[in-house]
């Protein structure tokens, strides 16, 4: 189990370096996020992706300290599915990609490499099952993961093959190629959440809901810092703002009840 384990701390600390490399600009330094992305982006785009790589970038840091490969067999899915995903999103946009830039080849060989790992990793299952007082109890936990994993697995749909029509309703101007984009982050939590909801433990739930809350709270806040390009008072702006606020409460909420629950 310890060689297994390094192996994934190992992964864990390689793909949350570049998160982390990714979500320094997107968060702090937004004008300059093509130090990391091999495209330009306007600046809420760049604050969105820092956010959603932040999330990242906290998961696999914490995923690092894991002591079992319980507790970080749903991250192993997370990452894979982000990851493999963007590299189809990648290939569907060569066009997009300047070749001439190292940013470009470092995405190219990452996003490569990262998910079979994810898949090599994943062979290795659990020695064991979650113990009875990690179980989650709170029915409107499993009934929030499941209506968060519905949701996203439903917009990374929309944003991966509808991409147009994605774009017409989305809160703020964005490209249609951004919105493929999103696709990948999208689904990977979300596809991360349905099997949390079915898996029901406290163990593999706490940094997937750790990371979520902080998304939710750095998106809200990037989209505070742009709220003039958001049409006010409209729809979509509404939606937005009201389920990034129900997205951020309750997955606090979880990430609150599983620091008892391991501490009990």
């Known amino acids: 189990m310890k060689s297994t384990l390094a192996a994934h701390r190992t992964f864990f600390w390689f793909i949350g370096s570049f998160a982390a490399w990714v979500a320094f600009f997107g968060v702090f330094w937004p004008a300059e996020i093509q130090r990391a992305l091999p495209w330009p982006v306007p600046l809420l785009h760049a604050r969105f992706i820092g956010a959603f790589y932040l999330s990242g970038a906290v998961i696999l840091g914490a995923s690092i300290l894991a002591k079992t490969r319980l507790q970080v ?46 898949a090599w990793l994943f062979r290795k299952r659990p020695s064991a099952e979650p113990s009875p007082q990690m179980r989650i109890a709170q029915p409107w936990v499993a009934a929030f993961l499941w209506v ?93 703002f009201t389920l990034l606020g129900i997205l951020s409460l309750g997955s606090a909420g979880i990430v609150l009840l599983a620091i008892q629950s391991g501490r009990r």
Not at 182 to 193: F, I, K, M, T
Request: with cysteine.
């Open 73 to 118: 067999r749903t991250i192993l899915i997370i990452a894979g599915i982000w990851t493999g995903w963007l590299l189809v999103v990648t290939l569907l946009h060569w066009d997009a990609f300047d070749f001439g830039k190292p940013q470009t080849w470092f995405w190219l060989v990452a996003y490569v490499v990262y998910p079979i790992v994810a």
């Open 148 to 240: 968060e994993g519905a949701l996203l697995v439903a917009l990374a749909a929309a944003c991966f093959l509808a991409p147009a029509w994605t774009a017409s309703i989305w809160p703020w101007k964005i490209s249609t190629f951004l919105t493929q984009v999103y696709s990948g982050p999208a689904l990977a939590y979300g596809v991360g959440a349905l099997v949390l909801a079915a898996r029901r433990n406290w163990e593999e739930t706490l940094r997937p809901a750790l990371g979520m809350t902080v998304f939710a709270l750095f998106a809200i806040l990037g989209s505070l810092r742009h709220l003039a390009l958001f049409t006010a008072g409209s729809p979509s702006e509404i939606l937005w």
